[in-house]
């Protein structure tokens, strides 16, 4: 993450709700800039590398969708989705090509500035010391250092919470883990219950580290339990 101040790209095409976000925002610190499309949003987020960019989903031309793909084949960068569906399979649409979180409209400044702050204590969490420079198990490598996962002899490109629910598995590797611990610690307080957001997350990553995702190597559902990183016997 940036030193100084944290730089968030907020991308809506309804200026009520740029203004206001924005207001709220440099409010708390932060430093904002916007874009009201979605090929601006690309731009800027080349550009000027933000650490952070809320992205409404719903916009003419390129919508929320195109642009977090877009987004994820060059920046890891955290991803909050701005949606006013409420469906279970527009949110999970949105994780599953690479957004963080989600936050449905309408919404209070409150809730917005705490999903904010979670996504931005994860990144630097993530970020801070590793106790090893790295993992590897069989042919999965997880370089700590450069965070960068190497599998099947290619790079996986992996989203920032795919990251860190992987490094919090191989650091406990052989430990199940419950779904309410993975939860609090790859997403934060306030995702108890959220147990589809750790699944789709569990089966996107096995398709990204897995030689078969059908029949995973590594990471294993104990059923009734939860998940453990398995190291070989």
């Given at each position: 993450?940036?030193?100084?101040?944290?730089?968030?790209?907020?991308?809506?095409?309804?200026?009520?709700?740029?203004?206001?976000?924005?207001?709220?925002l440099?409010?708390?610190?932060?430093?904002?800039?916007a874009?009201?499309?979605?090929?601006?949003?690309?731009?800027?987020?080349?550009?000027?590398?933000?650490?952070?960019?809320?992205?409404?989903?719903?916009?003419?031309?390129?919508?929320?969708?195109?642009?977090?793909?877009?987004?994820?084949?060059?920046?890891?960068?955290?991803?909050?989705?701005?949606?006013?569906?409420?469906?279970?399979?527009?949110?999970?649409?949105?994780?599953?090509?690479?957004?963080?979180?989600?936050?449905?409209?309408?919404?209070?400044?409150?809730?917005?500035?705490?999903?904010?702050?979670?996504?931005?204590?994860?990144?630097?969490?993530?970020?801070?010391?590793?106790p090893?420079?790295?993992?590897?198990?069989?042919?999965?490598?997880?370089?700590?250092?450069?965070?960068?996962?190497?599998?099947?002899?290619?790079?996986?490109n992996?989203?920032?919470?795919?990251?860190?629910?992987?490094?919090?598995?191989?650091?406990?590797?052989?430990?199940?883990?419950?779904?309410?611990?993975?939860?609090?610690?790859?997403?934060?307080?306030?995702?108890?219950?959220?147990?589809?957001?750790?699944?789709?997350?569990?089966?996107?990553?096995?398709?990204k580290?897995?030689?078969?995702?059908?029949?995973?190597?590594?990471?294993?559902?104990?059923?009734?339990?939860?998940?453990?990183?398995?190291?070989?016997e």
């Amino acid at each position: 993450m940036n030193k100084g101040k944290v730089r968030i790209l907020v991308v809506d095409d309804e200026p009520r709700y740029v203004r206001a976000i924005q207001i709220n925002l440099e409010a708390s610190g932060y430093q904002v800039l916007a874009a009201r499309d979605g090929q601006t949003a690309i731009e800027l987020a080349v550009s000027e590398e933000p650490d952070l960019i809320l992205l409404d989903i719903r916009m003419p031309g390129l919508d929320g969708y195109e642009v977090c793909w877009r987004i994820r084949e060059f920046s890891a960068v955290p991803i909050i989705m701005l949606t006013a569906l409420a469906e279970d399979a527009d949110k999970v649409k949105g994780l599953d090509i690479g957004a963080d979180d989600y936050v449905t409209k309408p919404f209070s400044a409150e809730e917005l500035l705490a999903r904010v702050r979670a996504v931005l204590r994860r990144v630097e969490l993530s970020e801070q010391q590793e106790p090893h420079p790295t993992f590897q198990a069989g042919d999965l490598l997880v370089d700590f250092v450069r965070q960068r996962v190497f599998a099947c002899g290619q790079e996986a490109n992996l989203t920032p919470t795919e990251y860190r629910l992987l490094c919090e598995l191989v650091r406990q590797a052989g430990r199940v883990l419950m779904p309410e611990y993975l939860l609090e610690k790859v997403w934060g307080m306030g995702y108890e219950g959220e147990n589809r957001l750790l699944w789709q997350a569990v089966h996107r990553l096995r398709r990204k580290i897995e030689r078969n995702p059908r029949n995973p190597q590594y990471i294993q559902t104990r059923p009734g339990i939860g998940y453990v990183f398995a190291l070989a016997e």
